[in-house]
């Protein structure tokens, strides 16, 4: 053994390393002596029967370290590896015990490998708790760190080892010393939680602190560890232990309050006496300590009132879990959601929205919360969030303000009004007072607002309460919000009365700029409103020259008339102080109207006596011609003045003047019953015999009219009675075409012929019966006109009477004239046959007396002409009146023989009464002509209507004996 302690001594010599050199080379040839020692050692022990062995090895390991320590380099001689085994590979071989024991004398408790790492790193890694306690217990330090600046505890961490976690906390290890991971052993503590964190945060280290002066519990607090927080709670952690900034760990949970787990945390912390210099958590802590979470605050605002004003969604998920009311209202009537709102947090309004908070609840003030004022960075989301959850856009607060009320007072923006608009809001709503949102823009000088106002239908003439418009209000203001609401869409829009916004600003005198801004925009300048008037009938009215001749210049009309036919024209002549003489220049003087009227014309015709020359000198015609021809002296007439046709004429107005039909201005003043202006135009040389284009003299055209005083006039002015125009037609037929049952008894009474006949040959009898006038055709008959006389085409008023009706012929048909023949022999009984008047004419012709055997020159009776035209019940109503059946005309031919010819329904017609037994002069009764002239079936029709087989004529013949000379051998069979 002595050997073998000094074999090792001298091979510690020969290898000449101080022990604590760190070369690897050479520290691994100390390792193999010190393994060597360790082994005997071991060995030794082994054997406990042998202490003296055992003390002897003890006593060599000890000379071997002091030996080694003091001996002097020498030149490294190469040597055989030893087998003894050293603390590394006894830990390595999970021999712990033997490891221990090498360090009982303390000696090198601090050694580092090649790595860095202490023993106590080695038993870290190892998860050998025992090791680890046993390393401390003897002095091994616990922060120290190794090549890769881990202590360790963070080793013990890293590896989850909360047993040796503990030893090492227990021991003082420092819980917040970092390495090269740059996170603390309580870190990772905290993050794994479980054991381990209660491993880490022993009661030596429950208030230890980092270099922020924060505790484990504000760690925990900070990350959102609920159950880090309870367990460190428990083990006794101060809730209230500030940080160096000051913070608590409740102030470390504030700062998350967009967490529910954060939220959590506060509560336990809250609960546990935490607290905090956070007054936007104040209302948290109140709620929690009293665990009313429907704690009413000052302004009866609830827990959640808060929470939704700073917009901390955590808290108020936290709350809604405690059943908080979405829809809670404060003392001024506000819900959680309007402080959302208000406050610009939308997603803690989407999140009350979620919980099925009211979006068309309101306030004590009836605001929604689309009424409040948005925050400039989230009024669009807010905007559109609302009406995505249905929120009403046209919900009024009490003063009856839609959102687009509000959003344009409050100015905010365009793009939040047309979110508004976009999701239903109501352009035109108006608000107590009546009055819309373009009232706000406009009152407020807000021109931005103004297109897209107008672009969703604003309506510029919405009138308030108080009757005025939008437009009402931009006018007032002028400037750009005037500016803006001039557009093309606006200048055609019309007000309740339908004035436009051209007929608004004439009437309010505005400024000629804006009135041709107007009409730049296309307005029409000649629109109408519902009393007619165009925007230069209200310039006119005001007297308004410079808007007036503005709209003259861009093509106003002067002679437009509204519902009172008054023009802008007719406002100018009469105005108390006279004509408007600004009205007159080139334009209007050249101006005409729809039917080519011209100024003049209507200045004549309004009897404008003392503007007339100057209106002519200023350029009128005063000989211009209207469409019709007419010139100014015609609407004089027209007007029956004779002083303006003075002034006219003498001013250049030719009095001879026709229009295109011809007519003269007498014409005219006939046409218009204008008595005086027809005297004067006679006074002044008028002819009353001038004939127009139809021929027509002005008599005619009184006549016609029936207008007595003209009438009167002109014939006492020396017009022709007798006058005919182009159709031959006499003022006479004039009165009769007329219906004038007067005109026709005066002028009758004047000398007018009565037989007088036009270019058809009409008599004004003709006229009369056509036209149905019987008390002028009885007029006529009464001084003998004729029944007979015929026109052109053959036509008499007796014709036309018949057409006419009973009436018209029994007027005609008196006594004295019911058989009057015309020129060739014909009774009115004869013509009436040959016209084709029906049975009932015959009939009331008969029944007048008329004589029905009378023949015509050609020996023709009406009974003849009957049956020769087929008229049989006309034939019967004869017979039956008493017209002769034989008798005969010129061609030898009676209307019996015409009947027996013609077949049974003629026969018929004539013999199925008393005839059947007449006989002619010669004693031929109906069955002797038969007998030679027609048919059997005529004769038998003839026997059974009762004729007498043995009737014989004159020479004693029968109807047999004539059957048989003419060898009618049938006939005769019948006869016999």
Request: proline share 5%; net charge neutral.
């Amino acid at each position: 053994m002595c050997r073998h302690i000094t074999g090792k001594i001298k091979a510690c010599q020969l290898v000449s390393l101080p022990f604590p050199h760190r070369d690897r080379a050479k520290g691994h040839l100390w390792l193999h002596e010190v393994r060597s020692a360790v082994d005997h050692y071991r060995t030794m022990k082994r054997h406990k029967n042998n202490a003296r062995a055992a003390i002897i090895a003890a006593v060599s390991v000890a000379i071997l370290f002091v030996s080694c320590a003091s001996a002097k380099p020498v030149v490294e001689t190469a040597i055989a590896p030893v087998a003894e085994d050293d603390f590394w590979t006894l830990i390595e071989k999970g021999e712990n015990e033997k490891a221990r024991a090498l360090f009982k004398g303390k000696a090198d408790i601090k050694s580092k490998d090649a790595k860095g790492r202490t023993p106590l790193h080695v038993a870290a890694e190892r998860k050998d708790a025992e090791l680890a306690a046993y390393l401390i217990a003897i002095g091994a330090s616990v922060d120290e760190q190794d090549g890769e600046k881990r202590t360790p505890l963070e080793i013990a961490c890293i590896n989850g080892d909360a047993q040796v976690a503990r030893k090492l906390s227990e021991g003082g290890a420092d819980i917040f010393k970092k390495g090269s991971s740059g996170k603390a052993p309580a870190e990772y503590a905290l993050e794994a939680g479980g054991p381990l964190l209660d491993a880490v945060a022993s009661k030596s280290n429950i208030e230890a602190k980092n270099g922020k002066g924060e505790t484990m519990l504000h760690l925990a607090a900070d990350s959102g560890d609920g159950e880090a927080v309870s367990l460190l709670l428990a083990k006794g952690a101060k809730p209230l232990q500030k940080s160096a900034e000051g913070k608590t760990p409740l102030d470390l949970a504030y700062r998350h309050p967009e967490s529910l787990e954060y939220a959590l945390v506060a509560e336990k912390l809250i609960i546990a006496g935490s607290q905090s210099s956070d007054a936007n958590f104040s209302y948290f802590s109140a709620s929690v300590r009293s665990a009313n979470f429907s704690l009413r605050f000052d302004d009866g605002l609830t827990p959640l009132h808060f929470a939704a004003r700073e917009g901390q969604l955590g808290f108020i998920a936290y709350l809604f879990q405690k059943k908080a009311d979405p829809d809670a209202k404060s003392a001024s009537g506000a819900t959680p959601l309007h402080e959302a709102i208000r406050a610009g947090k939308i997603d803690a309004a989407k999140a009350l929205i979620a919980a099925g908070a009211d979006v068309n609840a309101r306030d004590a003030k009836g605001n929604s919360a689309m009424h409040l004022f948005m925050p400039l960075n989230s009024r669009q989301a807010g905007v559109e969030l609302l009406l995505s959850a249905k929120a009403d856009p046209n919900i009024k607060d009490d003063y009856g303000d839609a959102p687009l009320h509000v959003a344009i007072a409050l100015n905010m923006g365009v793009p939040f009004i047309a979110v508004l608009l976009k999701g239903g809001a109501d352009p035109n709503i108006r608000n107590t007072a009546g009055r819309t949102p373009l009232h706000s823009a406009v009152e407020r000088d807000r021109p931005e607002y103004v297109p897209t106002l107008l672009d969703k239908g604003a309506n510029i003439f919405a009138a308030d309460d108080a009757g005025s418009t939008p437009f009402d209000l931009a006018l007032k203001s002028g400037g750009n919000v005037l500016q803006a609401m001039i557009t093309a869409a606006t200048v055609a829009m019309s007000d309740n009365v339908g004035n436009t916004p051209l007929h608004v600003a004439v009437a309010a005198g505005a400024p000629s700029k804006i009135v041709a801004l107007i009409l730049d925009r296309k307005a029409a300048v000649n629109a109408r409103n519902k009393s007619g008037d165009t925007p230069l009938h209200l310039a006119v009215a005001d007297d308004s020259r410079e808007l007036g001749e503005l709209l003259i210049a861009r093509g106003a009309d002067i002679f437009a008339t509204n519902a009172a036919g008054k023009s802008p024209l007719y406002l100018a002549g009469h105005t108390p102080a006279g004509f408007l003489e600004w009205m007159l220049n080139s334009t209007t003087i050249e101006a005409r109207d729809g039917l080519g009227n011209g100024m003049l014309h209507f200045a004549a015709g309004w009897k404008l006596e003392a503007a007339i020359p100057s209106i002519i000198q200023k350029g009128a015609d005063p000989n211009a011609q209207n469409a019709t021809g007419e010139t100014p002296i015609f609407s004089a007439v027209k007007a029956d003045s004779p002083a303006t046709i003075a002034v006219l004429i003498k001013n250049g107005a030719d009095s001879a003047s026709r229009d295109a039909l011809g007519n003269t201005s007498l014409h005219a003043a006939v046409r218009w019953n204008a008595k005086s202006s027809a005297l004067a135009l006679l006074a002044q040389g008028a002819d009353p015999n001038a004939r127009n284009l139809a021929g027509k003299m002005p008599l005619h055209d009184a006549v016609r009219l029936g207008i007595v005083d003209l009438e009167k006039v002109l014939v006492n002015g020396g017009a022709k009675l007798e006058g005919r125009d182009l159709k031959g037609a006499t003022p006479l037929m004039e009165a009769v075409s007329a219906g004038s049952l007067s005109a026709t008894e005066r002028l009758l009474e004047r000398g007018a012929n009565p037989t007088a006949r036009n270019m058809q040959g009409d008599t004004p009898l003709h006229v009369s019966v056509a036209a149905g006038r019987t008390d002028i055709a009885k007029l006529l008959l009464s001084i003998g006109t004729s029944i007979h006389a015929e026109n052109s085409f053959g036509m008499s008023p007796l014709k036309s009477a018949l057409s006419a009706g009973p009436e018209m012929t029994t007027l005609l048909l008196t006594k004295d004239r019911i058989d009057a023949a015309n020129d060739l022999g014909k009774t009115p009984l004869h013509i009436a046959l040959e016209e084709g008047a029906d049975l009932q004419a015959i009939r009331t012709i008969v029944n007048l007396g008329a004589r029905v055997s009378d023949p015509d020159f050609h020996g023709r009776t009406p009974l003849r002409i009957a049956v020769g035209m087929g008229k049989l019940e006309e034939s019967r109503l004869l017979v039956d009146a008493g017209s002769d059946v034989f008798a005969q005309a010129d061609d030898g031919e009676s209307p019996a023989t015409l009947a027996i010819v013609a077949g049974t329904q003629a026969v018929k017609a004539l013999f199925d009464g008393t005839a059947i037994s007449a006989k002619d002069a010669i004693g031929y009764t109906p069955l002797h002509y038969a007998a030679f002239r027609g048919k059997s079936d005529v004769v038998k029709i003839l026997i059974e209507l009762g004729a007498v087989k043995s009737a014989r004529n004159v020479a004693g013949e029968s109807p047999a004996d004539l059957a048989h000379r003419w060898g009618l051998v049938e006939n005769e069979k019948l006869l016999r």
